[in-house]
């Protein structure tokens, strides 16, 4: 099988990456591929995307950018499993990885709208996991991490027919320093990596 982690955290001594090694080595060890994809690597980066009025990337390296998009695009098409690690910033992904996303699940690849206005899923057959850190206090993602689960399974990746197979959110890292807390996290990733 196949795995892809696209990972998103500009420091690297940021937990998102401990995650996705964990992860990564688990699923080689059950003799998967891994590739993981780190979107603050250079290599990776596309300008924020803009469209003309004919949806033609506009950017101003657009060669450059679709260039990025259809290596992306290899990416996952290759996959069986995409694997999501990113911090909660202003309740959301990082802007990198929402950027990541447009460019890489659009029309024409993830989707396409028939002549009846239903959706057609280009990418039924892979699933996903997402792991999330957050600073914030452990209250308020009981509260909003339902919401973000669904924002991120069913309004990005069903929407390309991917099915979600777990959003896991690890709240008030900044409490969780410790060797023994940050073991026990990572426990988790190993076993939702041992499907």
């Known amino acids: 099988m196949n795995t892809l982690i696209i990972k998103a955290h500009p420091g690297a001594w940021g937990f998102t990456h401990k995650i996705a090694d964990t992860y990564k080595k688990v ?23 803009m469209f003309d009025e004919d949806m033609n990337p506009t950017t101003a390296d ?26 909660i910033w202003w309740s959301g992904m990082p802007a990198v990885m929402k950027n990541w996303i447009d460019w890489t699940l659009d029309a024409g690849f993830a989707f396409n709208f028939k002549s009846d206005g239903k959706v057609e899923k280009l990418l039924k057959g892979k699933t996903a996991r997402v792991f999330a850190t957050a600073d914030g206090p452990k209250a308020m993602y009981i509260v909003i991490r339902p919401l ?3 924002m991120f399974g069913q309004g990005v990746l069903g929407f390309c027919g991917i099915k979600q197979q777990s959003y ?9 320093k410790n060797d023994i ?3 026990s996290m990572l426990d988790k990733v190993k076993k939702r990596a041992q499907f």
């Open 148 to 150: 973000l689960s669904m």
């Open 168 to 176: 896991d959110l690890f709240p008030e890292m900044h409490k969780h």
């Open 62 to 87: 657009a060669g450059a950018d679709v260039a990025v998009q259809k290596i992306m695009q290899g990416h996952v098409a290759d996959a069986d499993h995409i694997v999501f690690v990113h911090p």
């Open 27 to 49: 699923r080689e060890q059950q003799g998967d591929t891994v590739q993981v994809i780190d979107l603050y690597d250079a290599k990776n980066q596309q300008s924020y995307l």
């Open 181 to 183: 807390d940050r073991k």
